[in-house]
């Protein structure tokens, strides 16, 4: 299971992210990002869109280690 974070400071509302998993993203009425379902589609999804959003907005870690999975932890210690 993933934890999912938004940072609506810096999302732009470009929508790739609930292109790529409209399970777990929709815009709200500012049409910024925002979960609504952390497991509404498969993980793989969750990071690619992370990785696709062009302004580095989305965060992913795993719940229950707190481990960084996007972006990736460079000292792989999930701190």
Do not use: W, Y
Not at 4 to 12: K, S
Not at 16 to 25: H, I, L, N, Q, S
Not at 28 to 43: H, K, L
Request: glycine fraction near 10%.
């Amino acid at each position: 299971m993933v934890k999912i974070e938004v940072d609506r400071g810096l999302c732009v509302g470009n929508a790739m992210c609930v292109a790529t998993a409209p399970g777990v993203f929709a815009h709200d009425e500012n049409r910024q990002s925002t979960v609504v379902d952390a497991e509404g589609d498969p993980a793989a999804l969750v990071l690619e869109a992370a990785a696709n959003c062009p302004v580095s907005a989305i965060r992913v870690m795993d719940a229950d280690t707190g481990r960084s999975l996007f972006p990736p932890d460079p000292a792989g210690d999930g701190g």
